[in-house]
């Protein structure tokens, strides 16, 4: 790869990075630019997943280091993650960049109007939870490992807001605890992919260190900020996104 693409993704990867620590989201962008330089999609999307693995971890561990991150409460969801995201790495291009892209989009505008219509979703904790909405959180986190083992594109995004509107988070313990979640999810396809022969060692290397950095540096500033900024800094990003894939659809 010339040096002056290396530079482009390694500038996009990082600022992804940084921002995708809240909005998630970030290979909606990092992937098609991979495309557009020429690498091969299956590479590209299984060397995204190897470098998310490190973004995962480098933004999981400010998160941790604040005491942000109930993992006693989240480990079922981490079991449920550990399987499916390993079957959707299986089966990765069976799925059509289009059909990924309508999906995607409807389920990102779906998750702002939920927001926006819940005005205090996220911002104040609930006082309970019932078992039907911890079941459809079970339920839901695990289709999306399927999604994000597969893809990753907006996974992170759409689990976010699910823990938002049935797991009783505030959106700062749906941030903190999404990364978590990822580290396994993004590990396990990881492995599929690197068993498949799809990862570029060399670039996935470079690109992780960039993707740790961001993520770290996402993070640090993130744990600063309160629920209100966060679910204002996601609503946006996650509403521009989404308007942007369906146009690219369309």
Known sequence: MATQALIVLILVFFLTSVVGVVTGSNSLVSVPVMFQFGIDPRVAVATNM?????????????????GKIDVRKISPL????????GLGAAIVGLITGDAIKLIVSIAMISVVLFTILKRRSG???????????????FVLTFLL??????????????????????????FSESVASTKLIN?????IATAVFMWQGLVDYKLGLILGLTMFIGAYVGAHYATKLDDLWIRRIFLTTVFLLAIKMLYDFV
């Open 145 to 170: 490992g399927i999604y994000g083992g597969l893809y990753s594109g907006g996974y992170v995004t759409i689990l976010t807001a699910t823990l938002v509107a049935f797991f009783g988070m505030t």
């Open 78 to 85: 981490i079991v449920l993650t550990a399987v499916s995201s």
């Open 183 to 187: 580290v396994f999810s993004s590990s």
């Open 123 to 137: 911002v104040e904790k609930p006082h309970t939870v019932s078992r039907g909405a911890m079941v459809l959180t």
């Open 50 to 66: 190897f470098g998310l693995t490190f973004m995962a971890i480098g933004g999981t561990i400010p998160f941790l280091r604040q």
